[in-house]
């Protein structure tokens, strides 16, 4: 019908939390990337994609650019042209990433970001049951954390699962390899390892920013961020997807509380 995707909320007046979870879009609704010149809207409706720019032209930069920089995200950056870059996002600027940034610039720039957000990527007051999967093994911590994703808001989880992409493609990178014309090509040398290590603790934060002593986090919470977010890095793609039989049971649940909602999803799908 004639009916804008942002008005399926002015369909009932009850707010569900089981439809903010729902997507039911197809695929190419779903890709992060942007069109030059094109501002979009980051909309609260689940079937946009909700990645803050910032985060999308980080990882594509890196992805272009520098899978094959050795070190990345452990060389240092230049500190100036990081927080240039910084006060161009906070504006709302259009910032577009070339190759004539450094990777090592943008690579700090993702990190401060994630670090220095004011909810981190997983809400703090879902940090102890993640770090409790830590102590799980085999398909029962993978069941748990995909439960766990399942509670995340929509942005978060979005981000998230941006991010932990990212981070699959620059660990692949991470061995040595040859080319077509049997030329070497130097791995980055940042396994899913290295990469938990980096970015674990922006990502699972117990405290605000600015309110930690970094020196407080006892070595089992460090062990445990890192072993976590290594599982979500190499088990994202299973992890973020939802079976076919929980979405119908999902669809029958909401037929019995917005008939209205799932009508108009299920006409356009």
Request: charged letters at 25%.
């Amino acid at each position: 019908g004639a009916m804008s995707v942002d008005s399926i909320t002015d369909l009932s007046d009850n707010t569900s939390k089981l439809l903010e979870a729902l997507q039911l879009s197809h695929p190419h609704e779903l890709d992060p990337r942007r069109i030059l010149g094109k501002k979009k809207m980051l909309s609260l409706n689940p079937i946009t994609w909700q990645v803050p720019r910032i985060v999308d032209r980080c990882c594509t930069h890196i992805e272009m650019h520098g899978l094959q920089t050795v070190g990345i995200f452990r060389v240092g950056s230049s500190k100036k042209r990081v927080q240039q870059l910084r006060e161009e996002f906070d504006q709302g600027l259009d910032v577009f990433l070339d190759e004539h940034q450094s990777v090592h610039d943008v690579a700090a720039l993702l990190k401060e970001f994630l670090r220095d957000m004011p909810d981190s990527l997983i809400p703090r007051e879902l940090y102890g049951a993640f770090l409790s999967t830590a102590t799980m093994e085999g398909p029962a911590q993978l069941d748990a954390l995909q439960l766990l994703l399942f509670l995340l808001p929509p942005c978060h989880s979005d981000t998230l699962l941006r991010l932990l992409r990212f981070l699959g493609e620059v660990a692949r990178h991470s061995e040595r390899s040859w080319d077509a014309n049997g030329q070497e090509v130097p791995g980055n040398k940042m396994t899913v390892s290295n990469l938990a290590t980096v970015f674990g603790p922006n990502i699972l934060q117990k405290e605000k920013p600015g309110e930690k002593d970094t020196s407080a986090l006892n070595f089992e919470d460090s062990a445990a961020i890192i072993l976590v977010l290594q599982r979500l890095i190499e088990h994202h793609q299973a992890l973020f997807m939802v079976s076919p039989e929980m979405q119908c049971d999902i669809l029958r649940r909401l037929f019995q509380t917005d008939p209205d909602v799932i009508d108009y999803l299920l006409r356009r799908k």
